[in-house]
């Protein structure tokens, strides 16, 4: 179970972000950093840092360092490495492979909302959605809200809630910075 919810943590963070047209990335800078505190029912949490460490005209090369707590038991995920395509309009269905993995997704909202994070106050856009698959006979779905600002380095995610049948768990922006 906990390698499930580190995988899809991960790969949630690291795809979402902006609308097709735009892609926040190309703003970054190497050294810049974001880091989230995950909260959750049966007594998960961690934190997550991601850290720009290579960037050209074409591409940006990124860290995610995690530690995740469930149940008592922690865990520090093996450090990965993301690249994003600067050339190409920042796509989050696309970025996390949900086509080819044959999962639906279903836009349910969208709005603007003020929300407070990391001590900062950030105007968001805020969308709602709910993503399905199957796989091995067993559908799972997923329910997500995040909201995004553009004054938050890299995806520019604010905030994320994710409801997995009747585990719920929100990641939140705790900090930003540059080295």
């Known amino acids: 179970m906990r390698s499930i919810i580190v995988a899809a943590l991960l790969v949630s963070i690291a795809s979402m972000g902006h609308a097709a047209a735009d892609n926040p990335f190309t703003r970054a800078k190497v050294g810049d950093w974001v880091e989230y505190k995950m909260t ?5 949490a961690g934190t997550t840092k991601m850290t720009v460490v290579a960037k050209d005209d074409k591409e940006l090369t990124y860290e995610v360092a995690a530690t995740f707590s469930f149940l008592g038991n922690e865990t520090t995920a093996p450090v990965q490495k993301m690249k994003i395509d600067l050339t190409k309009s920042y796509d989050p269905i696309v970025a996390a492979n949900l086509k080819q993995n044959n999962v639906k997704i279903e836009k ?7 929300i407070k994070a990391g001590g900062k106050e950030y105007d968001t856009k805020w969308t709602k959605c709910k993503a399905t698959a199957t796989a091995n006979n067993m559908t799972i779905t997923t329910d997500y809200k995040m909201w995004f600002s553009k004054d938050v380095p890299l995806s520019g995610l604010v905030r994320m ?19």
Request: aromatic share 0%; net charge negative; charged share 25%.
């Open 161 to 179: 809630e994710t409801t997995i049948s009747t585990m719920t768990t929100t990641l939140e922006l705790v900090a930003t910075g540059s080295k």
């Open 108 to 114: 349910e909202g969208e709005g603007t909302e003020k």
């Open 40 to 44: 959750g029912s049966n007594n998960i």
